[in-house]
T-cell receptor, first 114, second 111 residues
Framework: QKEVEQDPGPLSVPEGAIVSLNCTYSNSAFQYFMWYRQYSRKGPELLMY????GNKEDGRFTAQVDKSSKYISLFIRDSQPSDSATYLCAMSGPSRGGADGLTFGKGTHLIIQP | NAGVTQTPKFQVLKTGQSMTLQCAQD?????MYWYRQDPGMGLRLIYY???????DKGEVPNGYNVSRLNKREFSLRLESAAPSQTSVYFC??????????FGPGTRLLVL
């Protein structure tokens, strides 16, 4: 079993829809949870990070962490065609940067149809 | 402020050839990382350097070597390239305990 599971998609939704992206994980030592967005042929860029359980909101984006279920989510409200990208979840143990690196999901390819 | 820069952007090698991928950051970060990204495999850590003068193996270090030249620069060397090393390579940096910032990547094709 992989440490982090993420549905690769593609996930195709109409413009304006609410998008839900999810990851599950097996390592209970993970404490920091991040979402990166990656456009085609570009490097990952940090979207959100959350420490331990709870919610965090930033504009149209909301990140949720449920440590008891080992499940994290990213919600995108009022989705736009410019949100079309691959979304990667990432996790680390005691430090947000992951002193020994981050553990990534495989990424979900999201398509927002105009 | 360029963030994390990588050179070259794209490279084609023949099996057995060697090359060095360069990475530099101007954010005064202590930690630097090399990842590879393959279809269906996600990002996997090759090597990392928690601070200047130290390097450690990640998940997939075989066939690679690294050098932390100074605080800004962290290079990845392929001594004898193999087709299995065809991938997109990303360098990242972070301050201690902080989130990682990624470069634009180097696309490598080994024939």
């Amino acid at each position: 079993q992989k440490e982090v599971e993420q549905d690769p998609g593609p996930l195709s939704v109409p413009e304006g829809a609410i998008v839900s992206l999810n990851c599950t994980y097996s390592n209970s030592a993970f404490q920091y949870f991040m979402w990166y967005r990656q456009y085609s042929r570009k490097g990952p860029e940090l979207l959100m990070y959350t420490y331990s359980s709870g919610n965090k909101e930033d504009g149209r984006f909301t990140a949720q962490v449920d440590k008891s279920s080992k499940y994290i989510s990213l919600f995108i409200r009022d989705s736009q065609p410019s949100d079309s990208a691959t979304y990667l979840c990432a996790m680390s143990g005691p430090s947000r940067g992951g002193a020994d690196g981050l553990t990534f999901g495989k990424g979900t390819h999201l398509i927002i149809q105009p | 402020n360029a963030g994390v820069t990588q050179t070259p952007k794209f490279q084609v090698l023949k099996t057995g050839q060697s090359m060095t991928l360069q990475c530099a950051q101007d954010m005064n970060h202590n930690s630097m990382y090399w990842y590879r990204q393959d279809p269906g495999m996600g990002l996997r850590l090759i090597y990392y350097s928690a601070s200047e003068g130290t390097t450690d193996k990640g998940e997939v270090p075989n066939g690679y070597n690294v050098s932390r030249l100074n605080k800004r620069e962290f290079s990845l060397r392929l001594e004898s390239a193999a087709p299995s090393q065809t991938s997109v390579y990303f360098c990242a940096s972070s301050d201690v305990g902080e989130t990682q910032y990624f470069g634009p990547g180097t696309r490598l094709l080994v024939l």
